[in-house]
Structure formats: structure tokens, C-alpha cells
């Protein structure tokens, strides 16, 4: 076991909150709370950020795609209550953006994002200009977009544009900034280590087996600590479901009288190494169907996507499956058809279901981002936060807090927030070096001590790069289980076992290598 896990001392008095949930969501909410004052306690099945959050766009976006509705301006006229919910997602969006950005630069990357123009589809300019205005005017003062139509020059002058498809047909380009996250697993533990900082109880690798509701009002909830199989139990005034895809496999384990408000989907990308001349630059634009299309760059590769399809969660995880990775590379195919990808081409991938509300109509969910009062269904004092993203956690941390704020008092006083990135000590030795990532032993052993690391692959992809390199850290992983193992107390018969257990989860979850037995 390591050594850095935070087990906490026996409760006899109850905590005021128990979040469910260890990704983006679930650490902003025990951050704000335990910041507002609640003793809160954080339980996570698996590590931090193991599940949804690793598996995004990477993108702080700028929220222009909530504009495009079902792909036609029409259906906000047709659906009033999308256009007011739209309008605020891209508020949230934008605000979020410039948050994050100016709070934490060290955790962000600026993008140059180029969208081709078509005469017969897809946004004509005004429409683009519009769209670029209003984002504005939601969030004034705030980070800027940067958006600039480019002359017929400037697109001649750029190599990637020429790859683009009907080239023809193309009416213009425009250019804008996005950012991305770099990285969000990172983001997550920092988020996590700071709320501990606050005095929140942060447990990975804790299973919450049952939720319920005892005659004096409070939650009792059953756990097992995924390490050892021990059963403990503890309480706790309210509860926060922040397990995002996974709120109503808890709900329903539990036998709660709650409704399913969730409705997973499954989103798919797969990495490549393009041509030079993309490096750095990304673009977004809009395939054939209509359905959006993104090439990102990810240090000196791209990956692309996404496709999308409602999917339940599963135990086991996500994994691309080949027609959808043959899929992707056609539709790439489609927008650039002049450098024909392969399968070979295809480094790695990767699926992850996307929480998304539940909504009568809408098959694949709604974009309603909502935290669920359950008191209406029977279950006073537990609450289900639906639709969470990466890119406005800040926001739904906040929004969370202020909601148990109105209903609860906390038991301690309230105490500033941070939302640093966490910073190692200075290193004094040599690193290990993989795909471009360089990482300084001493930071992986002070990581190994202090950041609640179980096992290699928490080490490996979420609290540090090297995973997501593009041999996916596979040469370098038993250099690392070896340079942690005497502070994590692994034998060299732990060390191969760790090792053995990374490989076989990027076989299984990013089709790169063979499973292990």
C-alpha cells in the first residue's frame, strides 16, 4: 500500500458532507466545502481522476459550440428552455475560461484554433462573427479570443490549410485562441491535494458500497478500501453524488427512491503524428453530416475526434473499439484527403463516457449542467450533480457549496480557497526521459511520498505526463517503479507486479501492446 494514502483516524462525530466521486467534479465540490467551512470527507473508487476526467477534450473551451443546437439556430426558436440553457453554458464557459487561465496559467496552453469557412455549408462569416460577439459580451474583460478572419494570403501562407478538403469551395478561414488543459488528471489532484490542505478527509481507492438514510436523518455510508478489503462505515449530515456517469449505479445499489438522471455517452479519440506543418496549430470544423470534427495538438502529436454514442458505464472501463477507431480515420480522411491516414498511423486511443442529464426526447442526454436536490424523492440531505465538466468545475464547486450553504451550517469557520498548482521541491538529480517528457526523479519520489499514490499508473498518468507520451511511458515504467519502490515499500516482486499491471492497462484501455496474464 502507499504510503501516501490518507486513510483518516476513526469518525465518531459525523462529517458534514461526503462527496462521492474523485474526478474534476468531485474535488472542486470537497475544495469549495471544505473552504466554506464543512468537514468534508472525499471517497473515490479508484484513484483520482481515474475515470471521466482523463478521458476529455482537454479543452477549456470558449463554449462557441453551444451555439450550433442540433446543428441548426432553428431549434432554439423551437425549444426556448435550450436557448436559455445554451446561452448560459457559454456564459459559463467563457467566464470559466478566463478564471482558469489568469488563476492557474501554469496548468494552461494557449491553442491557435483554424475553422474553415464553406459557401454551401457549415457557418457562413456574419454567422461566425456573431457567434464571436456574443461570446464577448458574456464574459467582457475577459481573456480574448483572439478571432480574426484571415485573408486569402494568410491561408496561402499556411501549409496545414492546404490539406483541407474542397478547397474550392472554401470561403474564407478564421482563426481564434482556445486553451487546453495541460494536463487534467493534474488538475484534478491538485485540486484534491488542496482541499486536504483545508482539512478534507481524501480517500482513493475507497468504495462507497451503500448509501442510506437513518431515522435521525443522517447518511450512513458502507465502504471498502479497495486495498486491503476492510469494510468500515461513516457519516455524514448531507452527501454529494459527484461519481459522475456512475450517479445512478450508486443510487441504485443503495436502493434509494431517486429517479435516473443521468445518460452516458461515449466519446472516442484516437492519436496520430501529422505532417510538421501542424504542429502547434489545431482545427475544428464540421464533417459532411454535420456532426463537429477536432484535430488537437498534444506536444508534437494530434489527436482527433471525437465520436459519440449514448453508452451506459461499465466496471470495467472504456476501451475504442476498431470500427469506431476505422470510423474516426475515415472521417479524417474526409476533411483531409490528401494525407490518408491508416490504421498503422494510429498510435493510440481512447473512449471515456461523458455524464450528461438525463432528459425525456433526448437520447444521447441534455447539456444541462444541474446539482439534483433529492429531498423531493424521499432522500432529504442527498444531492446528484448531473452533466459536469472539466471546463466549468470551478464553477460547479462553487455552485455546490453555495447550495449546502443554504441548507446546512457549517461546523467550522469558512477559510480561503486556492486553486494553485501544487509545486515539488527543487530537484537535485537525474530525471527519466520518455517521448518528450522529462520528468526529475526526485519530483516522481516526493510525488510517491506525499500524492496519495497506489499503484504505477497513478504515478504514471495522473501525476505525471509520462502515460500519455507517445510510447504511453511503456519503456520507462519499470525505471520508475524502481525509483519509488523503497519509498512505496514495493519489493522487487512488487515492482514487477506493478509493472506487469501498467502494461496490461494501457493494452486494455488504449490498444497499445499486449495484455499481460
Known sequence: MGHGAVMGEPQTVPFDVAVIGGGITGASAVNHLAAAGFSTVLLERADFAGGTSSRSSRLQHCGLTYFSPGRSIWNFLRNPRMAIEHMELARRAMRDRSGFVRATPARARAI????????????????????????RALDPGGVPLDFKPMSAREIAAMPALSHLRDRQDLSGVIRFTEYQFDWPE??????VLNARDLGA????????????RQPDGRWRLELLDRRT???????????????????????????????KINQGLKGTNVVVRLPPEFRGIAIETALPNGDPFYVIPWRDLHYFGPRDEPHEPEAAGFRADEATIRGLLEDFNSVFPDITLSRKDVLYSWAGVRPRTARAGYPDGCEAVLLHDMAQHGAPGYFVYTGGLIMTHRHAGASIAKALSGRMAPSGPARAISHAARQFPQAAGAGISTGGEAIPLDHLRFSAAHEQVVNLDDLMFRRFPIGWSEGMGLDVAEAVAEGVSDVMGWSPAEVGAQVRRYRAQVAQDFGVGEPCA
Open 229 to 259: 478489503q476492510a469494510r468500515e462505515t461513516l457519516e455524514a449530515r448531507a452527501v454529494v453524488n459527484a461519481a459522475g456517469a456512475w450517479v445512478d449505479a450508486i443510487a441504485a445499489a443503495s436502493g434509494l427512491p431517486v429517479p
Open 112 to 135: 491557435g484554433f483554424y475553422m474553415p469557412l464553406y459557401l454551401r455549408e457549415g457557418i457562413p462569416l456574419w454567422k461566425a462573427r456573431l457567434g464571436f460577439a456574443l461570446l
Open 186 to 191: 493534474r488538475i484534478c489532484v491538485d485540486t
Open 201 to 212: 478527509v481524501t480517500r482513493n481507492y475507497t468504495e462507497v458500497t451503500s448509501v442510506r
